[in-house]
T-cell receptor, first 115, second 113 residues
Framework: AQSVTQPDIHITVSEGASLELRCNYSYGATPYLFWYVQSPGQGLQLLLKYFSGDTLVQGIKGFEAEFKRSQSSFNLRKPSVHWSDAAEYFCAVGAYTGTASKLTFGTGTRLQVTL | DAGVIQSPRHEVTEMGQEVTLRCKPISGHDYLFWYRQTMMRGLELLIYFNNNVPIDDSGMPEDRFSAKMPNASFSTLKIQPSEPRDSAVYFC???????????FGPGTRLTVT
């Protein structure tokens, strides 16, 4: 069965600093990978996705992520964080389970941005 | 365009009562998902529909939970009877063709006392 691990529960960065959120997945085949963001009191919003091809994918709000098959990772990055980026970030893997397709989410990383 | 609409946004009820959560997906979307989010278990898929037909309900915790999608623009998640451990935020999401690119509603925060 597929799984996603986000090893950092909580990260604090200063505004303007760079950001990297870690994500490791477990899946037997080529995965479909996603990053979603959840602002307080809101639903999740898709930031970016990887299906195939170029391993560096660009998303909304200046985010990017790199798929590294050898490391089973799909880390999210942003060169300069803004205060409005404070939110919870979820990595997810999309896979067929044998009976249905589903997204499996990690436990999330809460990002705090200090001014 | 309107996004996914959920109602109510907050629900407080007493143990044993019936709770009905409602969802209106984005117009034209053919997949609809119900998720539950708790601190302990994170985000869990409960059930999803394709063209109003339930495809996978393996995440529905027990018989107290049921979901319906009578038409393309409306779905309900019902809990009867409710228990305190059902307290969570319940999200509805929808997607068009691409099952993994989901648009989430704002959620319903359910508190069962």
């Amino acid at each position: 069965a597929q799984s996603v691990t986000q090893p950092d529960i909580h990260i604090t960065v200063s505004e303007g600093a760079s950001l990297e959120l870690r994500c490791n997945y477990s899946y037997g085949a080529t995965p479909y990978l996603f990053w979603y963001v959840q602002s307080p009191g809101q639903g999740l919003q898709l930031l970016l996705k990887y299906f195939s091809g170029d391993t560096l994918v660009q998303g909304i709000k200046g985010f990017e992520a790199e798929f590294k098959r050898s490391q089973s990772s799909f880390n999210l990055r942003k060169p300069s964080v803004h205060w409005s980026d404070a939110a919870e970030y979820f990595c997810a893997v999309g896979a067929y389970t044998g009976t249905a397709s589903k997204l499996t989410f990690g436990t999330g990383t809460r990002l705090q941005v200090t001014l | 365009d309107a996004g996914v609409i959920q109602s109510p946004r907050h629900e407080v009820t007493e143990m044993g009562q019936e709770v009905t959560l409602r969802c209106k997906p984005i117009s034209g979307h053919d997949y609809l998902f119900w998720y539950r989010q708790t601190m302990m278990r994170g985000l869990e898929l409960l059930i999803y529909f394709n063209n109003n037909v339930p495809i996978d309900d393996s995440g529905m915790p027990e018989d107290r939970f049921s979901a319906k999608m009578p038409n393309a623009s409306f779905s309900t998640l019902k809990i009867q009877p409710s228990e305190p451990r059902d307290s969570a935020v319940y999200f509805c999401a929808s997607s068009l063709k691409r099952i993994y690119e989901q648009y989430f509603g704002p959620g319903t925060r359910l508190t069962v006392t």
